[in-house]
């Protein structure tokens, strides 16, 4: 198995730009004031339970 290489060549720290920059922060607390979620998972996560919800009614 290959190992992944570091973006910062110390092995075991990493940087993030996007957590840097406060983007991953203004997502979470997007997601949380509107109840819908911001990553490709929740929102298909949701809509299929929305879609659940119309045709069988619970």
Known sequence: MARRKS???IPGL????KRALGISQTK???ARQTGIPT???G?????GKMILKLIFGK
């Open 43 to 47: 929102m298909e996560r949701k809509l």
């Open 28 to 30: 979470q607390r997007i």
């Open 39 to 41: 990553t490709k998972a």
């Open 14 to 17: 990493s940087f993030s730009w």
């Open 7 to 9: 973006n910062t060549g």
